[in-house]
């Protein structure tokens, strides 16, 4: 299907979208921020195909202009069946443009000349043409500068939907003529819920990449593929259920074993901090629903008989302490075989 229904998230921002569509006061600038995997160009493609939906203008004139909490709402989307519908999913939609730089990290001023030539052609056959820019926080002044003069007076029928990871990069004059939507986090729920859903995640794996993604689905998404993060994942469960029993000679082995982890110790640490907030969780409330480590409740279970309020917050005080010191540059074996015995002693 492919329209708005589709999304997880970003209600607010779809509801301005569709409320702008069922005003007939779409504008031809759009300029969509948020991070990485936040779920910009999955937006733009839902905009962009219900505008040029065939059967769009239909449910317009059916749902008329309804109320904020109306479920004719959910009329105002893509169809999804219509020949456009189609080929805007399959990426073949004459009218809908996703319009590339040439060069990896530059969005260089010929390649915006070519986005001005080309919008002055007409659309072949719907009402809009639109434009999806990806990356144009990599658009320098000048490339920004030769888009201007469009965005200033644009043909009627153009939507520019420009993407960017950071609007500030953009200049003042491009800001002012577009619509500003900043996609927020949305809800865990909603990032787990796409995870079991769509990805067949395993409950106990989404609950983890829930937790690191904050609430961004395509970095939960990476996440949950991820061969690395399964691993360090794997890894710290290990050091965690195991770490009271080891003698220091077993864990200096440990930390040598960790030093080709080097790049991936910060996921290590997050997973750590994640562990032992369940522990704290646990120990005040003795509710396991709350948990994160659900494949570890006895191991959690046991930790939190084994600790005490001041030693669970003196760990998670040296996790902290030990990122800050990698951040500085101190010996990475240094620091880690200290947070061990930290966790190890509390
Ligand atoms: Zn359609």
């Known amino acids: 299907m492919s329209g708005f229904r589709d999304i997880y998230g970003h209600e607010k921002t779809i509801a301005h979208l569709k409320s702008a569509i069922v005003l007939d006061q779409v504008s031809h600038a759009y300029l969509i921020s948020g991070d990485e995997g936040m779920g910009k160009k999955t937006l733009a493609r839902a905009f962009a195909q219900t505008l040029q939906c065939e059967n769009l203008q239909m449910a317009v004139r059916e749902t008329g202009r309804p109320a904020a909490d109306d479920p004719a709402w959910k009329r105002i989307d893509a169809c999804g069946l219509c020949g456009s519908c189609k080929q805007a999913v399959s990426g073949n939609q004459a009218d809908i ?38 990356d144009a926080q990599m658009m320098n002044a000048q490339a920004q500068n030769a888009l201007l003069k469009t965005l200033e007076e ?39 819920q796409y995870l079991t859903e769509q990805c067949d995640i395993p409950e106990y794996e989404a609950d983890i990449c829930e937790a690191f993604a904050q609430g961004n689905i395509g970095k939960a998404v990476s996440l949950a593929a991820s061969e690395d993060f399964r691993e360090t994942m794997g890894r710290a469960v290990r050091i965690l259920t195991h770490i009271r029993d080891w003698d220091l000679e ?11 982890y080097k790049l991936r110790i910060d996921d290590l640490l ?68 200290l947070l061990l015995l930290t966790m190890k002693e509390n």
């Open 97 to 134: 443009l996703t319009w590339p730089h040439e060069k990896p990290k530059l969005f260089s001023v010929d390649d915006a000349r070519g986005l001005v030539e080309d919008i002055q052609i007409r659309p072949f056959s719907g009402r809009y043409k639109i434009y999806i820019v990806p």
């Open 154 to 192: 644009p043909p009627e029928y153009a939507v520019l939907l420009l993407l960017t990871t950071n609007p500030d990069a953009m200049l003042e004059t491009i800001r002012s003529r577009c619509v500003l939507l900043d996609l927020k986090p949305v809800e865990d729920a909603l990032v787990r």
């Open 270 to 337: 997050d997973l750590f901090a994640v562990w032992y907030r369940d522990v704290l969780y646990f120990k005040a409330t003795r509710e396991l629903d709350g948990i994160i480590f659900r494949e570890q409740t006895s191991a959690v279970r046991k930790a939190a008989q084994e600790s005490s309020y001041e030693g669970i917050q003196t760990i998670l005080d040296a996790i902290r302490k030990a990122k800050e010191r990698l951040n500085a540059n101190v010996s990475f074996e240094l620091t880690i075989e």
């Open 250 to 260: 077993e864990i200096s082995a440990e930390v040598k074993d960790l030093v080709p």
